[in-house]
């Protein structure tokens, strides 16, 4: 049975021989120092053991050194040889996974002759290694990006190569299986509930290492896999507190963040009907103090952002943990204030347009839209101008929707009338848009008939 294999930090830790054994690069080749002709034959032999033996010989300390060698040495493949040396470790990953859900089918302890204990072993090992090459893989091309884009502007008048490697697809493809890779039975895989911490940590870093890219992001195959990955490793496998940090930190730190992480909150609630990452996302910006936001404005604007794209992805969730959300109206930055106001008109609009909810909960959701449209009243008379403005844009938006009851609609029209003294230009603009507003979309209609009045006059 081969050592066990440990995720390491990067490529040349695996040259590190450890005290408990584990699998290590003992003997591995020097790949610039071969020729055209014998690096071929060399990524020859290693694609045809690949293929020729058993999904798991990558665990065999001949084979995982040349597969460490030619990974260790991929700037220096040609293209051919990369593309090789890919499609052999994703095939034979594809391969393993399915492999892995039919060992929980075998119900007596040996599968060919082999004890069940140490068949899973193997395909543990196999499983981490082929990731973890894979993942390596993208690592170093993408590090080289940068490098070979400035070659080619320095030389862009030279004819280019017709036989040339396309990186783009390749990184949507190992990107897509690593992410499809986390559906399979990893508990029996690793022997728990949850993947171990080594495991989670390698696989999430590196996404959210990915994520500060935003080139990489405009790509819709690269960046559904790492919002599948993210989402994912934080619901299914409780990666949780970390995934968090996480999140909060790239959003701080990237604006182009916003709407790819809000769409990885919403599709991991989606794909488990489990909300739970969006619910402590919410629950970590409502317990953060107000005066932070004040000093980092940048920070405020961004997770004002993300509040309002996951009002508008998951209403329902975010309407359930408002609670945790309004206390933030009494703090000094009127960006977060801006989104909360933001933030409550998509949830009312939200709840006009659910037509489907159950009759015993519609007694709450109209105490709860009353409630939220008492705030947006109170903060028309914010004190920051931008927030009075933002709320009377609100207010137009639910004219406009027809989401205001003809109750309160004279009340927003005193308000709106009121406002057009405001001191601030930007404020009377939108009080002045809002009656406009309320004017074409008036419950009484374009026309208001009055012969009906006339008759009740002495």
Not at 22 to 48: D, R
Not at 102 to 120: Q, T
Not at 158 to 182: C, M
Request: proline fraction near 3%; charged fraction near 20%.
């Amino acid at each position: 049975m081969a050592p066990s294999f440990i995720f390491q930090p990067n490529l040349q830790a695996l040259r590190n021989e450890s005290d408990d054994g584990h699998l290590f690069a003992k003997n591995p080749v020097e790949i610039s120092s071969l020729c055209s002709s014998e690096l071929e034959e060399f990524v020859k032999s290693v694609a045809f053991d690949l293929s020729d033996k058993e999904l798991f010989c990558v665990e065999e300390q001949d084979v995982f050194d040349r597969v460490y060698s030619l990974i260790k040495g991929f700037s220096n493949l040609t293209p051919s040889c990369k593309l090789n040396l890919v499609e052999s470790l994703m095939s034979n990953l594809s391969v393993l996974l399915p492999n892995v859900d039919s060992l929980s089918r075998v119900s007596h302890d040996h599968v060919d002759d082999v004890p069940i204990v140490d068949r899973v072993a193997s395909h543990r090992n196999a499983f981490k290694i082929y990731t973890f090459f894979l993942r390596n893989i993208i690592l170093i091309q993408e590090s080289n990006i940068g490098v070979n884009n400035s070659k080619a502007t320095t030389s862009s008048r030279k004819k280019q190569p017709v036989h040339t490697w396309s990186w783009e697809p390749q990184r949507g493809r190992i990107l897509n299986l690593i992410a499809n890779s986390l559906e399979i039975n990893l508990p029996l895989l690793f022997g728990s509930s949850d993947p171990d911490e080594n495991y989670l940590s390698f696989i999430v870093k590196n996404a959210f290492s990915m994520f500060e890219n935003a080139i990489l992001l405009k790509d819709s195959e690269t960046k559904d896999a790492l919002c599948c990955t993210i989402g994912t490793c934080a619901t299914k496998y409780h990666y949780m507190a970390q995934s968090c940090a996480s999140v909060l930190h790239l959003m701080h730190k990237h604006d182009f963040v916003i709407t790819h992480m809000a769409d990885a909150v919403a599709g991991a609630e989606k794909r488990y009907a489990d909300g739970s990452l969006a619910s402590s996302l919410i629950r970590e910006i409502g317990r953060t103090n107000p005066k932070d936001y004040l000093k980092d404005t940048v920070g405020a604007e961004n997770i004002g952002r993300f509040l309002v794209e996951l009002a508008d992805g998951l209403p329902k969730l975010i309407s359930t943990n408002i609670g945790l959300l309004v206390p933030h109206f009494g703090g000094e930055s009127y960006k977060i204030r801006n989104a909360l106001a933001s933030v409550l008109g998509k949830l009312v609009l939200k709840g006009i347009r659910d037509v489907e909810c159950e009759v015993s909960s519609k007694s709450i959701r109209l105490r709860t839209k009353q409630a939220m449209l008492e705030i947006l009243l109170e903060r028309c008379r914010d004190v920051s101008a931008y927030t009075r403005s933002r709320v009377l844009q609100v207010w137009g938006e639910l004219c406009e929707e027809h989401a205001v009851s003809i109750g309160l609609w004279n009340e927003v029209a005193a308000v709106a009338a009121g406002r057009l003294e405001d001191k601030s230009a930007i404020v009377r603009k939108s009080a002045l848009n809002l009656l406009i507003m309320m004017l074409q979309h008036n419950p009484f209609g374009p026309q208001l008939r009055i012969a009906s009045f006339e008759a009740t006059l002495v």
